[in-house]
Each structure stands twice: as structure tokens, then as C-alpha cells.
């Protein structure tokens, strides 16, 4: 590599902010407020830590992504397989027809967005 590190232009890296200070808003202050999305599979507003899940694993050529708790992607990778993901595809409603995933959505259903706790395996 002839050169100084940062003259390389594959290693550069962007900046998070602006050398030169941020953009002002000649029109005044917004308020930014937070909408927590819904989870794909039980319904309850995200909490803090949401996980962006493929229904359709990227092993099996899924790209979109939805969000989802951790406890619900936890159940949901522990009950069905790869090749069943790929088969339910992005309905939702037919993870929720397994009566173990059911099961787990009714009962999580009143706990707080950012409950963990761990999950069974499903007996195969």
C-alpha cells in the first residue's frame, strides 16, 4: 500500500456528523417523536430493543425485514425451521396457527414491550 492510511480512497470512512457543525432550521425547532411499530407476530408496540427479522431466512433468499421483540423472534426460531419459515412466507397468521407459538403470544400478551425471558425448545 504506497501512501498514508488516509489517503486511500477503499479505507476512508464517512462522518457520523459534519465537520463543520450541523444544518440549522430557518423555520424553528421540530419535535421528533418516536412511533413504536407494532411486532410482526404478537402485535405489541417494540420496545427499546427491537430486532429486525427476516421471515423468510436469508439462507432461503428472504430480503425483507420486520421488527419484531426479541422473545417473539426467540419463539419463533425455536419452533419452526428454515425450510418452514420459507413456506409460511410473510403471513404471520400462519406462525400464530402453531398452538405453541399461540400459546406464548396470549401469554405475552400483557407483559411490558421489553419483558425477556427464555424460551422452550419445540420437541422435534
Not at 470512512?13 to 425547532?29: C, I, L, Q, T, V
Not at 425483507?64 to 420459507?86: G, K, R, W, Y
Request: charged share 25%; proline share 8%; hydrophobic share 30%.
Amino acid at each position: 500500500m504506497t501512501g498514508g492510511a488516509g489517503t486511500d480512497p477503499e479505507r476512508r470512512m464517512a462522518r457520523k456528523h459534519s465537520k463543520h457543525g450541523g444544518y440549522e432550521d430557518p423555520m424553528g425547532e421540530e419535535e421528533t417523536v418516536e412511533v413504536a411499530q407494532p411486532c410482526w407476530l404478537c402485535g405489541r408496540p417494540t420496545g427499546k430493543t427491537i430486532v429486525w427479522h427476516h421471515p423468510v431466512p436469508k439462507s432461503r433468499g428472504g430480503r425483507d425485514v420486520v421488527p419484531m421483540h426479541p422473545i417473539c423472534q426467540q419463539t419463533v426460531t425455536a419452533n419452526f425451521t428454515n425450510s418452514e419459515l420459507e413456506r409460511h412466507g410473510m403471513n404471520a397468521e400462519a406462525l400464530l396457527a402453531e398452538p405453541a407459538v399461540r400459546k406464548f403470544v396470549d401469554w405475552v400478551a400483557k407483559k411490558d414491550p421489553d419483558f425477556t425471558a427464555g424460551t422452550t425448545k419445540k420437541q422435534r
